[in-house]
């Protein structure tokens, strides 16, 4: 009989069976006679419960690990998971996340659960130096730590994997697989038994184990502003910290929550220890060199390297992709944008998105729709511009634009109020866009591709595409003003205006000085806005257009009556109504008889002011324009209540929020809860604080100023 059980017998006389873990060949005789001498002798200096070493592998923990709180629990609560096979968590994230520090941070934190040891192996699935560990050469390794003689480490792969398996089979052992190419090279690596756990970090997925071994997945993203703001405190000290808070703070926005970057900034404000940190912010500051400040002086220490790991592994395809994103205006993008950027189909554009996703350099934060981590979109930005030429840089950036322009056209014929004036001309049909049938559709796109929408206006004027420049902006201007967004609505207006100019496109030129002035008006600007509205009547007088000038004389009364200068509001008023109904521009018909309602209103001549505004309002009606319609049932409303016609203020006020209410205008829904409030409040019926609340949480929402007034009116209300 031959043995080793890495520990003296415990019985007194050799018994004829084998239990333990055996090395090499066992013959095992029926029956034993004569004398028996037994050699036994020990393995390693520092046996496992079984017999063999119990290794300590893993690397010192993180010095300055922060938050992750939740990921933590994740990976705690993973060892309570049933099953019969090694608990396997994988920890994904892009590189630079953070994922070897959470690992090593959990597990020097739980090493009472592993008595038997820790193995650790840095499988170089991502790495400078060359291609991925083989598991063959990792299983080796392991061998070795577990205490098996070089000899007796079988050549063949598979029966080298069964022997690990044998001996990690019952221990309770923590394995951790570190940078893992994909799931195949971690397979292998897998502990035998079911009282193990494992723990690989990767900057793929690694779906195949978590379908094959039941794997969890924790995911990590960038770190809060909070624990960012912890990690620097760490690094740098509190006191540091708190003597320049802003330039904190800056710090905190520019590493984008990336903890490798965090780390780089500190060390090179740990460097220059008399040095403010805003010199370090400064470094940071042009985000087409951002990455340069954030290079410690070798590869392991250089975001863009650290990213460079990932890119280089890419198919062709999605490394094309990837590029071209760092063009891409705005924070993410949804799926038929990326097809445009491609310039391929929306099927062809998926597999090449699900890739990036894989790899963690894109992700997908809800269906179909995509972005990327602040500093991958720079190292992006960077790539296409080193590899890709100007003609194609130029071309991509007209298909988004393109694309961008075309869906706000078909969301603004949407949207629950008149248009008229121009129609907007990109350069090429996208290949999709998505489907868009209702008001509801078109202001749900709007608000979601918000800052894209902006951030395309602002890029089309940067490159010099004048045409995109104002037409963004021009079919972007009603979504705002629905919502009482003057200042966004000011902004890109001025940009549009200035692309028009450049043009020489006085229809362009016409639509962006009335936006701006109508921006201003809403505003409270009232002087400026009677400036930009001349120009505009100024324009439309040399182009002839008679809708354009009707449009333009009747808005430069709403500024006048706002200035107090009435009479010539009032006259304005009638020419405009003349000049609209000459040219059959009814809606401008409509606008300048619901505001002419208001001047007379306001100059107590109640009889004729009634009559504007139900003429306003027949009009609206006809055109389908609801939110005419809705504003100046509103208005008609408090009329009605002021002469004393209290049944029609109430029906009027209702049937404005019934009209409200299927449209998709937060700004005019409250409008409407506000006016019945009103109502309601003056003739001492029930309701009028439900209506104020309903109207705070719309304009709140929009953070409008009508919010603090309806505040104050609930107060009141209330006491």
């Given at each position: 009989?031959a043995?080793?059980?890495?520990?003296?017998?415990?019985?007194?006389h050799?018994?004829?069976a084998v239990?333990?873990?055996v090395?090499?060949?066992?013959l095992?005789?029926?029956?034993?006679t004569?004398?028996i001498?037994?050699?036994?002798?020990p393995?390693?200096?520092t046996?496992?419960?079984r017999g063999?070493p119990?290794?300590?592998?893993?690397p010192?923990p993180?010095a300055?690990?922060t938050?992750?709180r939740r990921?933590l629990d994740?990976?705690t609560?993973?060892?309570?998971?049933?099953?019969?096979?090694a608990?396997?968590?994988v920890?994904?994230?892009?590189?630079g996340?953070g994922k070897t520090?959470?690992?090593?941070h959990w597990a020097?934190?739980?090493?009472?659960?592993f008595?038997?040891?820790?193995?650790?192996?840095d499988l170089r699935g991502?790495?400078?130096?060359?291609?991925?560990?083989?598991?063959t050469?990792v299983?080796?390794?392991?061998?070795?730590a577990?205490?098996?003689?070089?000899?007796?480490?079988?050549a063949?792969p598979d029966a080298r994997?069964g022997?690990?398996r044998t001996?990690?089979?019952?221990?309770r052992l923590?394995?951790?697989?570190?940078?893992?190419?994909?799931?195949?090279?971690?397979a292998p690596?897998?502990?035998?038994g079911s009282s193990?756990v494992?723990l690989?970090t990767?900057r793929?997925?690694?779906?195949?184990?978590v379908?094959?071994n039941g794997?969890?997945?924790?995911e990590l993203?960038?770190?809060?502003?909070?624990?960012s703001?912890?990690l620097l405190?760490r690094?740098?000290g509190?006191?540091r910290?708190?003597?320049?808070?802003?330039?904190?703070?800056?710090l905190?926005?520019r590493?984008?929550g990336?903890p490798?970057?965090?780390s780089?900034?500190s060390?090179r404000a740990?460097?220059?220890?008399?040095?403010?940190?805003?010199?370090?912010?400064g470094?940071?500051a042009?985000e087409?060199?951002r990455l340069?400040?954030?290079?410690g002086g070798?590869?392991?220490?250089?975001?863009?390297a650290?990213?460079?790991?990932?890119?280089?592994?890419?198919?062709?395809?999605?490394?094309?992709?990837f590029r071209?994103?760092?063009?891409?205006?705005?924070?993410d993008?949804?799926v038929h944008?990326a097809?445009?950027?491609?310039d391929?189909?929306?099927h062809?554009?998926r597999?090449?998105?699900?890739?990036?996703c894989r790899?963690?350099l894109?992700a997908e934060r809800?269906p179909?729709?995509?972005?990327?981590?602040d500093l991958?979109?720079?190292y992006?930005?960077?790539?296409?511009?080193g590899?890709d030429?100007?003609?194609e840089?130029?071309?991509?950036?007209?298909?988004v634009?393109?694309?961008?322009l075309?869906?706000?056209?078909?969301?603004d014929?949407?949207?629950p109020t008149?248009r008229?004036?121009?129609?907007?001309t990109?350069?090429?049909?996208?290949?999709?866009a998505?489907?868009?049938s209702?008001?509801?559709d078109?202001?749900e796109?709007?608000?979601?591709e918000?800052a894209n929408l902006?951030?395309a206006?602002?890029?089309?004027?940067?490159?010099?595409?004048?045409?995109?420049?104002w037409q963004l902006p021009?079919?972007l201007s009603?979504?705002?003003?629905l919502?009482a967004?003057?200042?966004?609505l000011?902004?890109?207006?001025?940009?549009?205006?200035?692309?028009a100019t450049?043009?020489?496109?006085?229809d362009?030129r016409?639509?962006?000085?009335?936006n701006?002035?109508?921006a201003?008006?809403?505003?409270?600007?009232?002087?400026?806005?009677?400036s930009?509205l001349?120009?505009?009547?100024?324009v439309?007088?040399?182009?002839?257009?008679p809708?354009?000038r009707?449009?333009?004389?009747?808005?430069t009364?709403?500024a006048?009556q706002?200035?107090?200068?009435?009479?010539e509001?009032?006259?304005h008023?009638?020419?405009?109504?003349?000049?609209?109904?000459?040219?059959?521009?009814r809606?401008?018909?409509a606008n300048?008889?619901?505001?002419?309602g208001?001047?007379?209103?306001?100059?107590?001549?109640?009889?004729d002011?009634?009559?504007s505004l139900?003429r306003?309002?027949?009009?609206y009606r006809?055109l389908?324009?609801?939110?005419?319609?809705t504003?100046?049932?509103?208005?008609?409303?408090?009329?009605?209540?002021e002469?004393?016609e209290?049944?029609a203020a109430?029906?009027?006020?209702?049937a404005?929020?019934?009209?409200?209410?299927?449209?998709?205008s937060?700004?005019?829904r409250?409008?409407?809860h506000d006016?019945?409030?009103?109502?309601l409040h003056?003739?001492d019926?029930?309701?009028?604080v439900?209506h104020?609340?309903?109207?705070?949480?719309?304009?709140?929402?929009l953070?409008?100023?009508?919010?603090?007034?309806v505040r104050?009116r609930l107060?009141r209300?209330?006491r």
């Amino acid at each position: 009989m031959a043995r080793d059980t890495g520990r003296p017998p415990r019985h007194p006389h050799p018994t004829n069976a084998v239990d333990g873990v055996v090395h090499g060949v066992v013959l095992q005789a029926e029956t034993v006679t004569g004398g028996i001498h037994h050699h036994w002798t020990p393995v390693a200096a520092t046996p496992g419960p079984r017999g063999t070493p119990s290794p300590r592998q893993l690397p010192s923990p993180p010095a300055s690990f922060t938050g992750r709180r939740r990921e933590l629990d994740l990976l705690t609560g993973a060892l309570d998971r049933p099953g019969g096979t090694a608990v396997v968590s994988v920890i994904g994230g892009a590189g630079g996340m953070g994922k070897t520090w959470l690992t090593l941070h959990w597990a020097h934190r739980h090493l009472d659960r592993f008595p038997d040891g820790q193995l650790f192996a840095d499988l170089r699935g991502f790495d400078p130096s060359g291609e991925p560990l083989s598991p063959t050469a990792v299983v080796c390794g392991f061998l070795h730590a577990l205490g098996v003689p070089s000899s007796e480490i079988p050549a063949e792969p598979d029966a080298r994997v069964g022997l690990y398996r044998t001996l990690t089979a019952g221990r309770r052992l923590l394995v951790v697989l570190d940078n893992a190419a994909d799931a195949a090279q971690v397979a292998p690596l897998l502990p035998g038994g079911s009282s193990s756990v494992v723990l690989v970090t990767s900057r793929y997925h690694l779906a195949g184990l978590v379908v094959a071994n039941g794997a969890g997945r924790v995911e990590l993203d960038a770190l809060t502003d909070a624990e960012s703001r912890e990690l620097l405190t760490r690094h740098l000290g509190a006191e540091r910290v708190a003597r320049e808070p802003r330039a904190v703070d800056e710090l905190v926005d520019r590493c984008s929550g990336l903890p490798l970057a965090l780390s780089i900034a500190s060390a090179r404000a740990l460097d220059n220890p008399d040095f403010p940190l805003r010199a370090v912010v400064g470094e940071l500051a042009d985000e087409q060199t951002r990455l340069d400040g954030l290079d410690g002086g070798d590869d392991a220490t250089s975001v863009r390297a650290v990213f460079s790991w990932s890119y280089r592994r890419l198919a062709p395809g999605a490394a094309r992709l990837f590029r071209l994103l760092g063009l891409h205006p705005g924070p993410d993008l949804q799926v038929h944008a990326a097809a445009c950027l491609a310039d391929v189909p929306v099927h062809e554009v998926r597999p090449v998105l699900r890739e990036l996703c894989r790899a963690h350099l894109v992700a997908e934060r809800s269906p179909d729709r995509f972005s990327s981590h602040d500093l991958l979109r720079a190292y992006a930005a960077e790539l296409v511009l080193g590899v890709d030429g100007e003609a194609e840089r130029r071309s991509a950036t007209t298909r988004v634009l393109d694309y961008y322009l075309h869906c706000a056209d078909l969301a603004d014929a949407l949207l629950p109020t008149a248009r008229s004036g121009p129609p907007v001309t990109p350069g090429r049909r996208p290949r999709s866009a998505p489907a868009l049938s209702a008001a509801a559709d078109a202001s749900e796109w709007f608000t979601t591709e918000r800052a894209n929408l902006v951030a395309a206006a602002e890029l089309a004027s940067a490159q010099g595409l004048l045409v995109h420049a104002w037409q963004l902006p021009y079919r972007l201007s009603r979504y705002f003003w629905l919502r009482a967004d003057h200042e966004t609505l000011l902004g890109v207006t001025e940009a549009g205006l200035a692309a028009a100019t450049r043009l020489g496109d006085d229809d362009g030129r016409f639509a962006m000085l009335f936006n701006r002035g109508v921006a201003l008006q809403q505003g409270g600007r009232p002087e400026q806005a009677l400036s930009s509205l001349r120009e505009a009547l100024e324009v439309a007088r040399t182009t002839g257009d008679p809708e354009q000038r009707a449009r333009a004389v009747g808005t430069t009364a709403d500024a006048l009556q706002a200035l107090g200068r009435n009479g010539e509001a009032e006259a304005h008023y009638r020419e405009a109504i003349r000049l609209s109904r000459a040219a059959g521009a009814r809606w401008a018909e409509a606008n300048a008889h619901h505001n002419s309602g208001l001047s007379r209103w306001e100059a107590a001549r109640h009889a004729d002011a009634e009559r504007s505004l139900r003429r306003a309002l027949r009009l609206y009606r006809e055109l389908g324009d609801r939110c005419g319609e809705t504003r100046c049932r509103a208005d008609l409303a408090l009329l009605l209540l002021e002469v004393g016609e209290h049944g029609a203020a109430l029906r009027n006020a209702r049937a404005a929020l019934t009209t409200a209410a299927g449209m998709a205008s937060p700004y005019y829904r409250g409008m409407a809860h506000d006016r019945l409030a009103v109502v309601l409040h003056r003739l001492d019926l029930p309701g009028a604080v439900e209506h104020w609340e309903e109207a705070l949480a719309l304009f709140s929402e929009l953070d409008a100023p009508e919010a603090e007034r309806v505040r104050a009116r609930l107060a009141r209300t209330r006491r």
